[in-house]
């Protein structure tokens, strides 16, 4: 499969500094907002294992026409595998 241009989302969700507190509660908001949006209905999470084998959320992707988001996920996450193979990464739905 290859990525086409188009109508398409990424939101990463590590790109700002936060306190541990603060990135928490502002995570479990996004996470509520995403599940009611019709926006990001059929979006996956791509999400990478850390060193303490506990899934981290790295980014939100919605908006990819056919084959869909979690086709553009699963592309997204082996890429991610072959540049850091010392990392785990999957795609979770939204819901």
Known sequence: MRI???LIALIFLQALPA???DYEDDLGALIE???TNPLTDGG???EM???????EKLALIFGF??????AACAEIA??????????RY???PVD
């Open 4 to 6: 086409h241009a188009g």
């Open 19 to 21: 306190s541990a507190g």
């Open 33 to 35: 907002f995403v599940r």
């Open 44 to 46: 996956c999470w791509l």
């Open 49 to 55: 294992q850390n060193v303490f084998g506990h899934w």
């Open 65 to 70: 026409a056919d084959p869909g988001d979690a």
């Open 78 to 87: 082996s890429r991610a595998a072959e540049t850091n193979p010392a990392r």
């Open 90 to 92: 999957r795609c979770n």
